[in-house]
């Protein structure tokens, strides 16, 4: 089951981005809630997604963003662990110890005092110590929200990206296995299946706060509390796999995190890319598909539709001219989620990265076999409607297509809400008022609820193979 997916808006050979009826983007407060006029009165009106990451903004949002320059910090040394091993192999919960592979090597254990040093509460949410860039919750709430994702992307995406089996294949030789790491691990769902899934691979996962405590943790598992930001030199050539998931809004230089990748990759190693834009979308410019409908709007599927939700992969989509916008009140997840990506920007993330993945990947001279695809995940399950039916694209399919549909919008709007709460101490430590974070995640979660609206998230996907070193330029050295 693929996500589904609607009419694109993608960067061309220049980097320039298109915006078309796609976007619902913040705009005029419309509700019969009484206390909507502070949103009214504070919220911005950016103009579609890439556009509204650079668009001066109005209202309170100027003035947040005008207050001072991004936030910059530095964070300590890297910190490392294994897990101590019960008599079958897998990891205990407790006295985990490993040396680093960080600059300087070192031993620490993995005790509960050292967990609890890892995070502090803020605005009633625990957030991690080591970086004031990221600021969503580092708690057990987040860890299940995460879990939760991992499924969503899994049946959406498919368990890994098609070259990984092959790259992480044993090799047979056990002084030199196949390695696995992945940058900003979050609850670890996804590096403990690749453990599992490959015993010979050695993997690690890096992330600023530690796995939480699972039952059984592989034997070819270790950890290591690290903010990339530092780099990753310490890592260099020793990977065959590195993965990356929704990492930008702790990224300062999401550039420099490629390029670190590409150092830490052995050659023909296999990067893989996933990120999204800060940004709901929906197929039509009037944000109630029920009217539209009604009315014999068009529905326009963007290039490479297939009715299973992905475009080509390979080459980002041909651009489109632009569709006049309707002027009607824009749902409040999407000022939500737009306001969030501008607190990251504030706090020094670099929020556009999934917008220009698809380009810094394909221009980077390390990188080769580029594959770019884009998933349109629905965030509620707005297509029980009777009424979109009266699209072809969504006529064609099964009751059983648009069942699971419906079970993905059901299951990514739960995952929807709880990321909104988890965003709070992002929102309310960058200065934006706690009433009107307050509206919005309330008003937007009712939305999401109620499933009246269409609106997807864009998620990017790049995944490349390092070239062999003989075809690597040296920077700074002509080439043949």
């Not at 009106?45 to 320059?69: I, K, M, V």
């Not at 884009?374 to 648009?402: D, H, N, T, V, Y």
């Amino acid at each position: 089951m693929s996500a589904i997916q609607l009419t694109l808006h993608s960067s061309n050979s220049n980097g320039d981005t298109g915006s078309h009826g796609s976007h619902i983007v913040p705009g005029d407060v419309e509700s019969d809630t009484p206390d909507l006029s502070l949103a009214a009165t504070l919220m911005p009106e950016p103009h579609g997604l890439d556009e509204a990451q650079s668009s001066p903004t109005t209202g309170f949002a100027s003035t947040f963003a005008s207050r001072s320059p991004p936030i910059s910090f530095a964070s300590g040394s890297v910190t490392s662990f294994d897990f101590e091993r019960n008599s079958d192999g897998t990891a205990a919960h407790s006295s985990d110890e490993l040396s680093s592979l960080s600059p300087a090597p070192s031993l620490y254990s993995l005790t509960d005092s050292l967990r609890e040093g890892s995070t502090r509460v803020e605005y009633g949410r625990e957030v991690n110590t080591h970086s004031e860039i990221y600021k969503l919750a580092a708690d057990e709430d987040e860890v299940d929200r995460m879990d939760l994702q991992h499924f969503i992307y899994k049946r959406m995406m498919g368990d890994y990206v098609p070259p990984l089996r092959e790259v992480l294949a044993d090799n047979g030789d056990l002084l030199n296995p196949k390695t696995c790491l992945d940058v900003g691990c979050g609850s670890g769902a996804w590096i403990l299946e690749v453990a599992r899934d490959f015993p010979r691979a050695q993997c690690t996962a890096v992330d600023l706060v530690p796995l939480p405590a699972v039952a059984r943790i592989p034997a070819n598992l270790r950890f290591e509390i690290d903010d990339v930001n530092l780099g990753l030199e310490h890592f260099a050539g020793d990977f065959n796999v590195v993965h990356v998931r929704h990492t930008s809004t702790g990224i300062k230089d999401y550039y420099r995190l490629i390029d670190d990748t590409a150092l830490a990759l052995r050659p023909h190693g296999l990067a893989d890319f996933t990120e999204c834009n800060f940004a709901c979308m929906t197929s039509i410019s009037d944000p109630s598909h029920r009217q539209r409908a009604r009315s014999g709007a068009k529905f326009e599927p963007p290039d490479g539709w297939t009715g299973t939700g992905m475009a080509r992969s390979g080459e980002s989509p041909a651009r489109r001219a632009p569709m006049a916008p309707a002027r009607a009140p824009s749902p409040f997840l999407a000022r939500f989620i737009t306001l969030a990506g501008q607190a990251a920007r504030k706090r020094g993330g670099h929020v556009d990265a999934a917008a220009l993945l698809h380009r810094w990947i394909s221009e980077h001279p390390a990188y080769e076999d580029v594959v770019h695809r884009e998933f349109w995940m629905p965030c509620a399950a707005w297509m029980r409607e009777k009424e979109i039916l009266l699209f072809p694209e969504f006529s064609r399919m099964s009751s059983e297509e648009l069942e699971k549909l419906c079970c993905t919008g059901i299951e990514l709007g739960k995952d929807t809400i709880e990321f909104m709460k988890s965003l709070r101490p992002l929102l309310l430590s960058t200065g934006v008022p706690q009433p009107l974070v307050d509206i919005l995640e309330v008003n937007a979660s009712r939305e999401i609820q109620e499933a009246h609206i269409p609106m997807y998230f864009r998620i990017q996907n790049v995944y490349a193979r390092k070239k062999d070193r003989r075809q690597v330029p040296t920077p700074g050295l002509p080439t043949a």
